[in-house]
């Protein structure tokens, strides 16, 4: 059994273990019990009523969080031409064609998003094993492959957050950092999870929210009461 240190201990105290919290309680409850000595980040994880083994319940998405995450993401942009252009307008901080691709595979990581033009993915597929690993890979359905490229780019810059379930059913995504007003980790949080339950594939079926819980980095997980929690249903 993992032994917990005497802040841990004294933190998870504070939270009711028989309890489930709504959003707006459970925010306050987190940013009192911190005890990091760093400004930690805001998780949310959401265990859903899906088989992620079968292809229609996959849950993938993106939403931009209306406060955004408190950290700048470094994006590079993979375009041609005005592409280009527009991208560095709209505020790219790395910005190539095909020879980053090369640069890539050559060992650059110095970017934290990647955004790309359709035209440009012939090139940007065979970085597939290099940023797929990394959660960095563009895809059509997160908006990361786009004409567009400058939306994108504001998107991400902006404060915007993919979420995918995992293998195990689970979505773990950040919504904050701790030095938030609560208010705003709440409205983050809201957001996200509406994002989510827009994303509930057809092929779900029973309920689709089992639990939710809320934690800072080092922090002990605080359960919601998932009948607290707005089910938006896209119609």
């Known amino acids: 059994m993992r032994n917990r240190g005497k ?14 919290y ?4 459970a925010m306050p409850l987190l940013q009192k019990i911190k005890y990091a000595k760093f400004d930690e980040t805001v998780e949310l994880s959401l265990r859903l009523g899906v088989d992620p083994k079968h292809a229609d319940q996959m849950v993938r998405g993106t939403v931009v969080l209306p406060h955004g995450l408190g950290k700048t993401k470094r994006v590079l942009a993979i375009a041609g031409g005005e592409k280009q252009k527009e991208a560095q307008e709209a505020g790219a ?8 691709v090369e640069k890539i595979q050559g060992g650059f990581m110095d970017f ?28 059509p359905k997160t908006g990361t492959v786009t004409p567009d490229i400058a939306k994108a780019v504001k998107e991400i810059k902006a404060g915007k957050v993919e979420f995918r379930v995992d293998k195990t059913g689970i979505v773990h995504a950040p919504v904050g950092k701790v030095s938030f007003s609560a208010q705003a980790l709440i409205e983050n949080t809201h957001a996200l999870v509406d994002s ?12 689709f929210l089992k639990s939710v819980t809320l934690s800072s980095t080092m922090g ?11 089910e938006v249903v896209k119609h």
């Open 93 to 100: 901080d790395i910005i190539g064609g095909e020879e980053m």
């Open 22 to 25: 709504t959003i707006e309680d």
């Open 220 to 230: 002990p997980g605080i359960t919601i009461d998932t009948s607290h929690v707005t």
């Open 112 to 139: 934290d998003a990647v955004v790309a033009t359709p035209d440009m993915m012939r090139a940007v597929g065979k970085l597939g094993k290099v940023l797929g690993p990394r959660g960095l890979m563009p895809n």
């Open 7 to 20: 802040k841990f201990t004294a933190a998870r105290a504070q939270v009711a273990a028989d309890r489930g």
């Open 196 to 207: 989510v339950v827009r994303a509930k594939p057809s092929a779900a079926k029973g309920k």
